[in-house]
C-alpha cells in the first residue's frame, strides 16, 4: 500500500516596520518546509525593507507571492488579507507564521500528523498550536513546554478583562502556600491560539470567516481562533512541535497582570489588548450576569489599588476608555493613541 499523499500546505505571514531580515528568514524556513506558496502580506514596511522583500519575492516567484498594503491599517486587517489570499490557492491547509518565527526541527510534519489524528477521533474543526520557545535551546524549549501545560485561563463566558475571582482566589491560595497547586492535566486543548505557527485546513477557515479586521491589533488572532471552539471543534497545543518565537522588548512586564497594565509602556497596545479582550469575553456567554458583574467589580478594585501602587492614574482614563469601547461595541482605531 502506497503512503498517503502529503497536504499542500500554502504558508502566510506579515511584516512591517524595519523588519525584512526576519521576515526572510521566516520566508526560507517555510520554503526549507517544502510551503508552497508562501504569501508574504508588506503592512507598511520601510523603504529599504520594502525593497529587500520586493527583490526576495522576485527572485523567487511564484513561489513567494508579495502583496503589499497601501497603509498599515494594524495586524487584524492585514492577517484578514493574507487568510483570503490563501483561501484562494487550492491548498489543503494554511500554516500561519510571525514574521520572526523560526520552524524547529520537523515541526510541520509534527502539527499535520496531530492535525491527521484529531479529524481520526471525528473532529473536522480543528487546529494545531505549536509550542513556542524564546529559543531553541533544550532548556527553554522544557520550560516553555511546562508553562504553556501549566497554564491556566479564566472562563471567558463570566471573566472581565482577564479577572476571573475563582481564578485569582486559587492562585492567591497557591502563591501563599495554603492550597496545593492544580496538577495540569494530561491533554493540551486550548480555547483559542495566536497566529504564530497555527496549522488550520482552509475548509476550516471558510466555515469561520474572515477576522475581525475592526478590532486592529492585539488579541485579534484569539478572537479569530475561538470560534473554532465555540463551534463545537478543538485547538490542540502540540507538545513536540516547536516554533521560535523570540520575546523581543516587553511593552507589559511579567507577573501580575493588572499590575502590569500599569507599569507597560505603551498605552495604544494596552487599550486595543485590553479592549478586545473585552469585546471578546462579552461575545462569550451573557454580557450581563452576576459573575460578570462580580468580576467586573474586582477587576475595577484592582485598578484602583494599582493606580495607587504605581502612581499611575493616567492607566485608568486608558483602561476605562478601553472598557467603554469594548461594551458599545466600538472597535477600529483610536487616532489619538498613534501619536
Known amino acids: 500500500m502506497s503512503a498517503p499523499t502529503r497536504p499542500r500546505v500554502v504558508g502566510a505571514t506579515v511584516t512591517y516596520g524595519s523588519r525584512s531580515a526576519s521576515c526572510l528568514a521566516t520566508v526560507e524556513a517555510l520554503r526549507r518546509a517544502g510551503v508552497c506558496p508562501v504569501i508574504v502580506v508588506d503592512n507598511g514596511s520601510a523603504d529599504a525593507a ?8 522576485c527572485a523567487h516567484a511564484p513561489v513567494v507571492r508579495l502583496h503589499r498594503l497601501a497603509r ?37 510534519s509534527t502539527l499535520l500528523a496531530e492535525e491527521r489524528a484529531l479529524r481520526a477521533e471525528g473532529y473536522d474543526l480543528c487546529a494545531v498550536a505549536p509550542t513556542r520557545a524564546p529559543s531553541a535551546d533544550a532548556r527553554d524549549v522544557a520550560e516553555a513546554r511546562r508553562a504553556e501545560q501549566a497554564r491556566e485561563h479564566p ?48 475548509d476550516v477557515l471558510r466555515q469561520i470567516g474572515l477576522p475581525e479586521g475592526d478590532l486592529v491589533l492585539y488579541g485579534d488572532d484569539l478572537e479569530y481562533t475561538s470560534r473554532i471552539v465555540h463551534a463545537g471543534g478543538r485547538i490542540r497545543l502540540s507538545r513536540e512541535a516547536v516554533v521560535v518565537d523570540p520575546r523581543g522588548d516587553r511593552w507589559m512586564p511579567p507577573g501580575f497582570e493588572v499590575l502590569a497594565m500599569f507599569r507597560s509602556t505603551n498605552d495604544a497596545l494596552l487599550y486595543y ?42 492607566k485608568l482614563r486608558v483602561l476605562w476608555a478601553a472598557a467603554a469601547d469594548a461594551r458599545a461595541g466600538r472597535l477600529g482605531r483610536r487616532v489619538e493613541l498613534h501619536g
Do not use: M, Q
Open 273 to 314: 489588548s485590553v479592549r478586545n479582550r473585552i469585546f471578546r469575553e462579552l461575545r462569550t456567554g451573557r454580557r450581563r450576569s452576576a459573575a460578570r458583574w462580580v468580576n467586573a467589580g474586582l477587576f475595577w478594585t484592582l485598578c484602583l489599588a494599582c493606580a495607587a501602587w504605581t502612581r499611575k492614574p493616567s
Open 155 to 202: 472562563r471567558e463566558d463570566r471573566s472581565f478583562a482577564g479577572v476571573e475571582l475563582a481564578l485569582f482566589a486559587r492562585r492567591a491560595l497557591e502563591r501563599a502556600g495554603l492550597r496545593r497547586p492544580r496538577t495540569p492535566p494530561a491533554g493540551a486543548d486550548l480555547s483559542y491560539a495566536p497566529y504564530g505557527g497555527l496549522l488550520v485546513r482552509l
Open 72 to 108: 498599515n491599517e494594524g495586524s487584524a486587517p492585514a492577517f484578514g488579507f493574507a487568510i483570503a489570499r490563501a483561501l484562494e490557492t487550492d491548498a489543503d491547509h494554511l500554516w500561519l507564521l510571525d514574521d520572526d518565527n523560526l520552524p524547529h526541527g520537523d515541526a510541520l
Open 50 to 57: 520594502r525593497r529587500d522583500l520586493e527583490d526576495y519575492a
